[in-house]
């Protein structure tokens, strides 16, 4: 036993509350991007977030992805995340973060509605 790990607690790792149909299987990590994780994604994507400080270019990116998945055509509901601990648990250092089936796809600069597209077509790309 050594003396020098005293006082040190093990990291937990705690997985978001998922709000999509796959039953927690997008948070967790058990999916990648390029697979379903659940049985209506929508060519591979299940959840679509954006991760924000409540702030004016945070707010900005969240109206920007809704809009790219409106263009789309994706059946998906955009999530706005403010909640700093639910932030921090992606390991998001800098806002606004787009997240897709928990994965960080995009962070620290505000995405035209455009880049947005660009980015969802070419993961959807992937899955294919």
Request: hydrophobic share 35%; net charge positive; with cysteine.
């Amino acid at each position: 036993m050594s003396l020098f790990n005293f006082g040190k607690k093990k990291k937990e790792k705690k997985a978001p509350d998922c709000t999509c149909s796959c039953s927690g299987a997008c948070e967790t990590g058990e999916i990648d991007i390029s697979n379903d994780c659940c049985s209506d994604a929508n060519n591979g994507i299940c959840c679509i977030k954006v991760l924000g400080a409540r702030c004016k270019s945070c707010h900005e990116q969240y109206e920007n992805a809704k809009a790219a998945v409106k263009n789309l055509g994706i059946d998906i509901k955009v999530e706005y995340i403010t909640d700093l601990q639910k932030v921090m648990a992606y390991g998001v250092m800098s806002m606004p973060a787009i997240v897709v089936n928990d994965k960080v796809v995009s962070m620290g600069k505000v995405l035209k509605t455009a880049d947005v597209e660009k980015l969802l077509d070419k993961l959807q790309k992937q899955r294919r």
